[in-house]
């Protein structure tokens, strides 16, 4: 009896996992963070992956790590906010694994705070140009290759900040928000060619770039989050995964907070 409990269990597990066997992903943002657990997720789990960042180095390094345990993938360099190197590196991921199933549109950058007023020109061209711009390119150029194999899942990271206003955040609030329109405008548009679009909206995640921030400011944003806590990468590569798989093949134009509750 005991076998066939655990035999049932084991049967449970495997319904419930994620496979991405033969499928291509991209990943924009790869060499840190929320994109390298993601990169890395997917290629455990079966997935080819086109590693995308500007940070060579890190880049290949997410790509040797990938390799080292038996997967397949390739680095590409790119600018997100150049819509030649945003199709150059669809056209190079195509070239080398044959198509694009998956697409994680996640490079962006959250700049530095100030007031609406007091924010340099230059601030809101970067922020716009990477967080917004960088997704509105990877979306057309990866639709294009999707409609041409038969259709495909993408995920945008969008923030907290794109489903409310935050103070001194005014550049990078308008981005995020631009992603989750976006996000939904994209997803109706192409619900009827198999290709789903949907966006997360991460709160505070222990990433390199939040864990810059002053430790007395850490506690500060821990004590505000309902859960008391940051999240992880790992919990954001679950849901991105979770999203990205046939497991969630009816979930489109949806915007997901991972955020502990911060947003509810």
Do not use: C
């Amino acid at each position: 009896m005991l076998r066939l409990v655990k035999a049932i269990s084991n049967k449970e597990e495997e319904m419930f996992m994620v496979k991405l066997d033969n499928k291509v992903a991209i990943v924009t943002g790869a060499a840190s963070g929320m994109g390298r657990e993601v990169a890395t997720r997917l290629s455990t789990l079966g997935a080819k992956v086109a590693a995308i960042d500007m940070n060579n180095e890190k880049g290949n390094e997410v790509v040797e790590e990938i390799k080292a345990a038996g997967r397949e993938a390739i680095f590409l360099q790119a600018n997100v906010t150049d819509p030649q190197e945003v199709k150059n590196y669809v056209e190079e991921t195509i070239a080398h694994f044959g198509q694009v199933d998956l697409f994680y549109n996640n490079a962006g950058i959250v700049g530095s705070s100030a007031m609406t007023a007091e924010i340099s020109d230059s601030q809101i061209s970067d922020t716009i140009n990477i967080n917004l711009k960088g997704v509105l390119y990877g979306l057309k150029y990866v639709i294009q290759a999707m409609e041409k194999s038969g259709g495909g899942a993408i995920v945008n990271t969008a923030s907290g900040a794109g489903l409310e206003g935050t103070p001194s955040l005014i550049a990078y609030g308008s981005s995020k928000h631009g992603v989750v329109g976006a996000t939904k405008t994209a997803a109706l548009e192409y619900a009827d060619k198999n290709i789903r679009i949907n966006a997360i909206a991460p709160g505070s995640i222990k990433t390199p770039m939040i864990e810059n921030i002053d430790p007395k400011q850490q506690k500060e944003i821990e004590v505000s989050i309902p859960i008391k806590r940051q999240g992880t990468v790992t919990e954001i590569a679950d849901l991105v995964v979770y999203l990205l798989g046939d497991e969630a093949s009816y979930i489109t134009g949806a915007v997901i907070p991972i955020d502990g509750g911060y947003t509810a």
